[in-house]
Each structure stands twice: as C-alpha cells, then as structure tokens.
C-alpha cells in the first residue's frame, strides 16, 4: 500500500534521511513526533513567534528542533520530564498553543505501534520495518491536540544575571549560584582526576 504523507513539506522518506542524519538513526519515536510537530503547526497561526514545551527528553525534543526553531540552545525549547510523549507549541508572549499528545485508545489497529509505544515487545522482537510502515500509515491520526496556556509562572522570561570567576576551579558562572559555582558545591556529575590538559 503505497501512502503518500508529508511531514511539515518535507516528503516521508525525506524525513527519515533528515532523522538519520540529526538523532544518529531512524529512531520511531522521533518519526511519530515529526507528525506530531506538523499537527501542532497546523492548529496554529503561521508567522507567529514560538516557543516549544516537551514532556519527555527521549526522541520528540530532536523533532521539534529539527523543524521548528525551538531548539534547547536558543531557549525556545523547554524540557519538563513529565513521563508522557507530549509536545506543545505556543506564542512566546501569550502563552497560547496547542498541546499533542499520542493517544493509547487510537492504536488498536496498529499492533505493531502499540506493541512498541506502550513496551509490550521486546526492542529485539519488534518488526521495525512494519512499525515505521504503521507509523507512516497512522501519522497524527494517533494524536490528540488540544489547545492550552501556559502558566505565566513558565512564561516568566529568566535574565542572565552577572557572572564571577569560582575561586576553586577558576571558571566563570552565575553570580547568583553563591560564593562558588554550583559545580564546585558538589553538583558536578563526575569528578576530576589531575589538572586541565593543554
């Protein structure tokens, strides 16, 4: 069966080239939040200046970056681990978007998504042609979208305040961390072993 998709103009093989490229290899979950991007663009106004909230850090965060703007480095991308493949775009100012979301109910005719969606089958097990064929297939119709506003808490723009040299490691951060940086304060995920190679 041949299914003819796009996924933001970009064609769905064209896709998969771009995600093989950005994410290292065709992951699924980052096909499924190609349409689930392309969805939220379509319930929204185009030319308007957004901002992206990810619910999960696995997969949807590289699809929204690779085709929207919102990416974790500029800012306009925000990651709040909430445990769901969810995704919402919205105007930076108002706090105004829509919200997609995979909905479990809609993947009964889909066993291969489901299978893989909801950890049913082994990675190992998993027909991984079928599944990308079901996705394809399935698109957005898996989706749900309902429209949102963000909490003005969220919203709330943070400065960059001034920075200071850290005492102990001789590196520049925040001021506001405190008298050293918060890695020197014992925040810093490894530990050093010697002095800074040149």
């Known amino acids: 069966m041949q299914v003819m998709t796009t996924i933001c103009s970009h064609s769905f093989d064209d896709y998969l080239r771009m995600v093989e490229s950005f994410h290292g290899h065709v992951a699924p979950g980052m096909v499924l939040g190609g349409f689930m991007v392309a969805l939220a663009l379509r319930h929204l106004p185009a030319g308007e200046l957004l901002d992206a909230l990810c619910e999960t850090p696995k997969c949807l965060p590289d699809a ?31 706090g105004e978007g829509v919200r997609v979301s995979v909905d479990p109910s809609r993947m009964e005719p889909w066993p291969e998504i489901r299978d893989w969606f909801l950890k049913l089958v082994p990675k190992e097990a998993q027909d991984r042609r079928l599944l990308l064929e079901q996705i394809r297939e399935a698109g957005s119709g898996l989706c749900g979208v309902r429209p949102v506003r963000l909490l003005a808490d969220f919203l709330t723009v943070r400065r960059r305040g001034s920075l200071a040299i850290c005492p102990e490691c001789r590196e520049s951060y925040p001021a506001d961390d405190g008298v050293t940086c918060l890695g020197c304060q014992g925040g810093a995920p490894y530990r050093t072993d010697g002095p800074p190679r040149q």
């Open 64 to 94: 929204i970056q690779l085709l929207t703007p919102c990416t974790v480095g500029n800012g306009w991308l925000r990651v709040v681990n909430l445990g769901r493949f969810a995704m919402t775009l919205y105007e930076k100012r108002s």
